[in-house]
T-cell receptor
C-alpha cells in the first residue's frame, strides 16, 4: 500500500462548486503539505501543517482552505472553484525528527474546473 | 517566491550519455534537494546535500553544491530510458518551508 494516498485521483467540477481533496498518510510523519502544479510553473505551496493544531499559509493560499483532522489526514478545500484552479494537486509529508526536509509525495489529484 | 531555478528547461540526450542539469538559488540555504517526477506522478526524492557539503553521490547520480555561487548541479551518468522525467531542485527557506524550482525536462533518446 502507498504511504501517502490522495482521493480523488481525478475530478471534474463546475465553477462555483465546493470541492474537497483528501490526503492520508501511514508514514507517521508530523508535517504535511499541499502543493499545486501548473505546466511550466513547478510546484507552489498552498498550505502546510507541522502538527495537528498548526496550519500555515503558503505562497498561494487565496481561494483555498485546509483542515488537519488528525496527524494522518490533511484535506484541502476549494470553497468556490474557479477555472484557474484547474491544476495537478499534490499532498506531501515530511518527518521533523528526521530533519524535516525530505518530502514524500502522494500520486496527485488532477482537478479540472469547467 | 521561486527560490531555485533549473537550467536548462529541457534537455534531450542519447541513451548512455551523461546528463547535467543546474540549479541556481537566491538566498542562503541549509540544504538543497533534487527530486524526480515521472509524467503526471508525484515527486520522488533523489538526494539531499547540506550547505557544508560540496559533492554527494548516490548510484549514478552526482550532486555538487557551490554556496559561493549559489548553484548546484545534478549529473546522471550513463543515462537510461527510464531516466526520462522532470527533475526539480528544492531549497529550504525560513519557516522550514521547502521551495521548488520549475524543473528540467529530461528526455533520453533510444
Amino acid at each position: 500500500d502507498a504511504d501517502v494516498t490522495q482521493t480523488p485521483r481525478n475530478r471534474i467540477t463546475k465553477t462555483g462548486k465546493r470541492i474537497m481533496l483528501e490526503c492520508s498518510q501511514t508514514k507517521g510523519h508530523d508535517r504535511m503539505y499541499w502543493y499545486r502544479q501548473d505546466p511550466g510553473l513547478g510546484l507552489r505551496l498552498i498550505y502546510y501543517s507541522f502538527d495537528v493544531k498548526d496550519i500555515n499559509k503558503g505562497e498561494i493560499s487565496d481561494g483555498y482552505s485546509v483542515s488537519r483532522q488528525a496527524q494522518a489526514k490533511f484535506s484541502l478545500s476549494l470553497e468556490s472553484a474557479i477555472p484557474n484552479q484547474t491544476a495537478l494537486y499534490f499532498c506531501a509529508t515530511s518527518d521533523f525528527l528526521a530533519g524535516g526536509d525530505t518530502q514524500y509525495f502522494g500520486p496527485g489529484t488532477r482537478l479540472t474546473v469547467l | 517566491s521561486q527560490q531555485g531555478e533549473e537550467d536548462p528547461q529541457a534537455l534531450s540526450i542519447q541513451e548512455g550519455e551523461n546528463a547535467t542539469m543546474n540549479c541556481s538559488y537566491k538566498t542562503s540555504i541549509n540544504n538543497l534537494q533534487w527530486y524526480r517526477q515521472n509524467s503526471g506522478r508525484g515527486l520522488v526524492h533523489l538526494i539531499l546535500i547540506r550547505s557544508n557539503e560540496r559533492e554527494k553521490h548516490s548510484g549514478r547520480l552526482r550532486v555538487t553544491l557551490d554556496t559561493s555561487k549559489k548553484s548546484s548541479s545534478l549529473l546522471i551518468t550513463a543515462s537510461r530510458a527510464a531516466d526520462t522525467a522532470s527533475y526539480f531542485c528544492a531549497t529550504d527557506e525560513r519557516d522550514d518551508k521547502i521551495i521548488f524550482g520549475k524543473g528540467t525536462r529530461l528526455h533520453i533518446l533510444p
